[in-house]
């Protein structure tokens, strides 16, 4: 690593010299300057890692130099030295953003040790910013689209992120819950610890305890060697089991324990094993459901329940759907070498009125199919596949859509356009939502009772309730 670069700014040249020879010998560049003014210029060029400013220079002082520091945006680190030292001095360059004062005269271990720790923190401070910088970006860039629904999951995964809670993500098959949890870590304090995942429906019930907990050799056979489990691997940073709803009561009872004490014992081993884990689970059942039959633990429920997050199907955010169709284009077309081709309104028409019972998941696929596939750079509804173009034929045009509300606007009566306004509006929101009743009434922002009223009243019959 390249040696850091410190900024001497002092007018006695005797300092100057001694300070750079000290601070040469503990394998830093030094440059030195003896005025504030050379010291503000020498700044614009950047490459400084750290200032030493002495208080007392000529025309400019060490403070004024500090503030105009400070009032640029720089964040260069600064220790003020100062021979003429006193408490309310101290305190200004404190608060004018110094990271430390120095008196004289110097002590040279006083002087290591303050430009050891001005730098350590300097480091620390330009990682997290990179960091944070990088993970805000793939936030917005991974969970794509404008939906309301999108919008506040992003601004609950950064609520939720640096925190140690527990998070339960709620949502269908395709839609992302394994993205969420990602991002979560990826947010998260523990962000340079090891994420480990585990599909609990993926894994045989009689092989699934050995996978989160471990296990000793000889134990059971085939356990020719000791394995660490997910627990033991994801120690001090985040386990996500995915599709939690399907683990065994047996194999629930043992992780609710964990949860409880951080402690576990690997399969056939006698020696308990603490672990500093975040856990997140996911499922795509109701468990609420699962508690009632019997299939979910409530008190491992309770413990996993911390922070309930729910990620929309895609039938719920249509108007992502351009966003989405788009953004996978460049990446898969990047992928694959090829140009990115365009979807024709028509195209997106008709994948917009697809139902995408596969969610973003099954979108996605489509997109990487149409990349290989597509004969040329425009792509048009007759190129898709066709349970899609089946869709798109069965939706009404958007000139019908023109058509019922001029319907509406010959209406006799403003309570009777009221009326059939309401009523077109129900019917469609009940199709975008799959004819399920409990998310219609959520989309529209009323009860589930009274949007049940109003179905009676209009004569509407939807196929699902729950």
Not at 180 to 196: D, K, P, Q
Not at 281 to 287: C, E, S, V
Not at 360 to 367: A, F, S
Request: hydrophobic share 40%; proline share 4%.
């Amino acid at each position: 690593m390249a040696s850091e670069r410190i900024l001497l700014v002092d007018d006695e040249a005797g300092i100057r010299s001694s300070l750079t020879q000290v601070l040469a010998d503990e394998g830093y560049e030094v440059e030195s300057v003896g005025t504030g003014e050379r010291a503000l210029e020498r700044l614009k060029e950047g490459g400084v890692h750290l200032v030493l400013l002495d208080v007392w220079l000529p025309k400019k002082d060490g403070l004024e130099v500090l503030q105009e520091i400070r009032a640029r945006g720089d964040r260069v680190p600064v220790v003020v030295i100062s021979g003429h030292a006193n408490i309310d001095m101290a305190v200004k360059a404190t608060r004018l953003g110094a990271f430390d004062f120095i008196e004289k005269p110097l002590s040279i271990e006083k002087v290591a040790l303050v430009v050891r720790n001005a730098l350590t923190q300097r480091r620390l401070e330009e990682r997290n910013r990179a960091l944070r910088d990088a993970l805000g970006e793939r936030v917005s860039r991974q969970l794509i689209g404008e939906a309301p629904a999108i919008v506040k999951l992003r601004e609950q995964i950064r609520t939720a992120a640096p925190t140690n809670g527990r998070v339960l993500i709620f949502g269908e098959n395709g839609t992302g819950k394994e993205l969420v949890a990602g991002m979560i870590h990826g947010l998260s304090l523990r962000s340079e610890e090891a994420f480990i995942e585990m599909n609990c429906a993926a894994i045989p019930e009689e092989l699934i305890e050995s996978e989160l907990f471990g296990h000793v050799k000889g134990s059971f056979t085939g356990a020719v060697e000791n394995k660490k489990g997910k627990f033991e691997l994801a120690d001090g940073g985040t386990l996500f089991l995915d599709e939690i709803g399907d683990m065994s009561l047996k194999t629930q009872s043992k992780v609710l324990r964990v949860l409880q004490e951080q402690t576990f014992e690997p399969v056939g081993g006698a020696t308990s094993l603490k672990v500093d884990v975040r856990v997140l689970a996911a499922t795509n059942k109701d468990l609420t459901e699962e508690i009632k039959r019997g299939g979910f633990r409530e008190d491992l429920y309770f413990r996993l329940n911390v922070i309930p997050l729910t990620v929309p199907p895609l039938r719920e955010r249509r108007g992502d759907i351009p966003l989405l169709a788009a953004h996978f284009m460049s990446e898969l077309a990047a992928e694959y070498g090829k140009p990115a081709a365009r979807l024709s309104d028509r195209a997106l028409a008709a994948m917009t009125a697809h139902s995408w019972p596969g969610n973003v998941r099954e979108l996605r696929n489509i997109v990487e199919r149409l990349v290989i596939m597509a004969p040329g750079p425009n792509i048009d509804e007759s190129d898709l596949p066709a349970e899609l173009r089946a869709d798109g034929a069965a939706r009404p045009a958007a000139g019908g859509d023109r058509q019922a509300f001029l319907d509406l606007a010959a209406s006799a009566s403003l309570k009777e356009g009221r009326e059939q306004f309401e009523k077109l509006l129900i019917a469609r929101k009940l199709a975008e939502c799959g004819q399920n009743v409990s998310r219609a009434a959520e989309a529209l922002g009323v009860e589930r009772t009274h949007l049940h009223r109003k179905l009676k009243a209009y004569g509407l019959t939807p196929q699902r309730d729950e």
